[in-house]
Structure formats: structure tokens, C-alpha cells
């Protein structure tokens, strides 16, 4: 069950959390979703020459996390992306489990929005991407059914 927080709800420095791991499958469906096919996130030989020292995910599945957490946890469903500030830290490998972190830095009655100070973290508790989120909170109440994903076979694609 999804449920948001309104914008009436939402309180400065009110705090929220979601975590997801990098997988194989997650680098390969992102790459045939966004069209980024560099080889430092598809080619481990590539990958391995690199300062790197093996494939990373890309930058922007990192940041999708920020979007996740803002559509799925805080505010939740009904919320607007409205902008976003990005600085990546370190890079993200197969396997690591990423844990952004949102806080509520300000709200503006007028317009309905607020502003979320977004962080990611690996398992390790590095710091991996940070930035400043731009919401319209949503004004309306929500509680739905979290949508299921479609089963889909990467090697049929």
C-alpha cells in the first residue's frame, strides 16, 4: 500500500528512507530503457581497465532513487518532480544496496511545495550522490495498491 504524506502533513526536517540493491538485471533494463549503452556499465573486460575497476551503474539509475523514495515514500503518490541538484560522490557496483535518505528543508504555502534534501548511501555507509529535491506535495489524501511490475525476461529482449 502506498500512502503520501499532503502537504499539510509534511513538517521541516521530517525524515523518510528507501533502499534498493543493484543488480545484473537492473544495469541491463536500464540501459534498454534510457539507450545508455557505455561500455562502463555493459562491458566488464571494458570496465575492468577503467579507474573504476569494473562496471558501475549508471549515474541516473542512482538518481531514479531520489525519484522512487519521493514518489513511493515521501510525499508519495500524488507528488510532482518538479527539480532536482545532483552530485555524485562515488560510483554504484553490482551488489551494492544504495539507501536514500529525504528530509524536508522548506515548504512554500503559496505554491504547495517543498524542498528535500536527498542523500544516498551504500552499504558501507559512504555517501554516493546528494542533492536538493523540488516538490509540489500533493493537497489531496492517497492510499492505493502498490502497482505490480510486469515479469519481463531480459533475454527475450
Known amino acids: 500500500m502506498l500512502t503520501n504524506f499532503t502537504f499539510d502533513e509534511l513538517e521541516i526536517g521530517q525524515t523518510a528512507s528507501y533502499e534498493k540493491t543493484l543488480t545484473e538485471r537492473e544495469i541491463i533494463l536500464f540501459a534498454a530503457a534510457s539507450g545508455d549503452t557505455n ?3 555493459m ?8 579507474p573504476f575497476g569494473g ?4 549515474g541516473i ?3 531514479s532513487l531520489i525519484s522512487a523514495a519521493i514518489a513511493n515514500v515521501m510525499p508519495g503518490p500524488g507528488s510532482i518532480y518538479l527539480g532536482q541538484t545532483l552530485k555524485f560522490s562515488r ?3 553490482i551488489g551494492d544496496t544504495i539507501t536514500i535518505q529525504l528530509e524536508v528543508t522548506e515548504k512554500n504555502e503559496k505554491r504547495k511545495r517543498v524542498s528535500i534534501q536527498c542523500s544516498g548511501s551504500n552499504q558501507d555507509g559512504k555517501q554516493i550522490i546528494s542533492g536538493v529535491a523540488e516538490v509540489q506535495a500533493p ?3 492517497l492510499s492505493l495498491d502498490t ?3 510486469p515479469s519481463i525476461d531480459i533475454a527475450d529482449s
Open 147 to 149: 502497482p505490480v511490475l
Open 43 to 50: 562491458d566488464e573486460e571494458y570496465a575492468n581497465g577503467t
Open 39 to 41: 561500455p562502463i556499465h
Open 139 to 141: 493537497t489531496e489524501k
Open 55 to 58: 562496471r558501475i551503474a549508471h
Open 61 to 63: 539509475w542512482t538518481a
Open 91 to 93: 560510483p554504484v557496483k
